[in-house]
């Protein structure tokens, strides 16, 4: 669950409508957003591939095997298959019960709700190593920087139409200018603290409950640029294939209520509009999908840590160390005492300042000159050791700090970056 006072959702990693309550669920598909489009990058990119696959394996059975595909598909003698872009495909789908959702799911990319490379270095995707190091916040607070990052356990959703068209085009345009502005910033200079990056989330939430993959350009998107006259069209299919899908999630949802689940608050599931959405359920889209976001960047911190090599040989010498004194024994570090656990941490923070000269890893920069260099997985066990000695006693840990292309970062860090956190003093 989240934080308290946070809208209830569970671990990203359950993805889908799993991770939005009733209330949320109806604000969401008000926006013509689909709940259960969310979760991390490797999920959705794993869903949509094995809707490809499905209708692919469809055409290839009409068509028969190794035969070709009707044109433009090229297939199979240039894989992959793209029928599920055609307009037989849109037909086909719109015409089955739930099959709108099925066909935006085929056509999207698994977009980043927060975009991938504000957490590290460009040119760098899914390498710990790049991972922009802690430091101080603009309130002088120490951040995490972007330690824990992962690209594949990132929160993202299904964005229709490719990185060059449609949807998913018109956001990535949206957080380009959005890191320019940032960078722009005389106060912020290209630093991007949790709140900076969640006003980011937020406007790509905006731009999805727009609901106009099909814009043209105007006042809205004018400095996106504009579409083709192609992509246009195609554009109009999503947002015609976004309203079926809201429309059929609603009754979904109203169906389950009418047979017993609790009903969400404030409008009825069912009672969706082809008009723009309300202010409040658009605020409350908001508010849910961020909590969901923030979650995530939590969820990654911490599996960060339960991924730590340093971490866990110390925990599980904590752990035998006190079961050999005789009982009571216990099962695992959690049961440990307080004077234990910070024990542990200082032990691990201890492991990594060795390992990390070892290795040419410190906790002011991603890495140093060394050779052979750290692997991928040197950086991941550092940054785990690292998150777990500065976890607090709650089991929260310093805010994550993302960059702009160009950002200036502080010259140096705060003086409690080498401290571990706990709930005694160390």
């Known amino acids: 669950m989240g934080e308290p006072g946070q809208t209830p959702v569970l671990h990203v990693k359950a993805g889908g409508g799993a991770l939005f309550d009733a209330a949320c669920r109806a604000a969401l598909i008000a926006c013509h957003i689909d709940p259960d489009s969310f979760g991390t990058y490797d999920d959705r990119l794993k869903a949509q591939g094995a809707e490809r696959e499905k209708y692919r394996a469809k055409v290839t059975e009409k068509v028969g095997e190794g035969k070709p595909h009707p044109s433009p598909c090229t297939y199979p003698a240039t894989p992959p298959c793209q029928c599920y872009r055609s307009q037989e495909a849109y037909d086909d789908y719109m015409k089955q019960k739930g099959g709108a959702g099925a066909w935006l799911r085929m056509n999207s990319q698994s977009g980043h709700m927060s975009r991938d490379e504000w957490y590290r270095a460009q040119g760098s995707r899914e390498d710990p190593c790049a991972n922009y190091p802690p430091g101080p916040g603009p309130d002088g607070q120490l951040t995490a920087g972007g330690y824990g990052y992962s690209c594949g356990d990132a929160f993202c959703t299904d964005h229709a139409g490719l990185s060059r068209g449609q949807e998913h085009w ?145 925990k599980q010498e904590a752990v035998d160390a006190h079961n050999a004194k005789g009982p009571p024994k216990v099962e695992n570090y959690d049961q440990l005492s307080q004077e234990e656990k910070d024990d542990v941490k200082r032990k691990v923070q201890q492991d990594m300042k060795d390992f990390g000269a070892d290795k040419g890893l410190k906790d002011t920069a991603s890495s140093e000159a060394k050779d052979p260099a750290p692997t991928k997985d040197d950086c991941r066990n550092f940054q785990g050791a690292w998150l777990f000695t500065h976890q607090d006693g709650s089991g929260n840990f310093p805010p994550t700090q993302g960059r702009a292309p160009g950002a200036t970062p502080p010259s140096t860090n705060p003086t409690t970056s080498n401290e571990p956190q706990g709930d005694a003093s160390l």
Do not use: Y
């Open 170 to 314: 018109m956001i990535c345009k949206l957080e380009r200018e959005f890191g320019k502005d940032v960078a722009a910033d005389p106060q912020l200079k290209g630093m991007m603290p949790e709140s900076t990056l969640g006003q980011q989330v937020d406007k790509t939430v905006d731009r999805m409950a727009d609901d106009k993959a099909s814009h043209p350009g105007g006042q809205s998107v004018s400095p996106l640029g504009k579409l083709s006259p192609e992509a246009i069209e195609r554009g109009k299919k999503i947002d015609e294939a976004r309203a079926q899908m809201a429309k059929e999630k609603a009754a979904e949802d109203a169906k389950k209520a009418v047979d017993g689940a609790a009903k969400p608050t404030g409008e009825k599931p069912n009672d969706v509009s082809d008009a723009d959405p309300a202010k409040t359920d658009r605020d409350k889209a908001k508010k849910c999908i961020r909590d969901a976001w923030q979650q995530s960047v939590k969820d990654m911190k911490q599996k960060a840590v339960d991924e730590s090599g340093l971490v866990n040989a110390r």
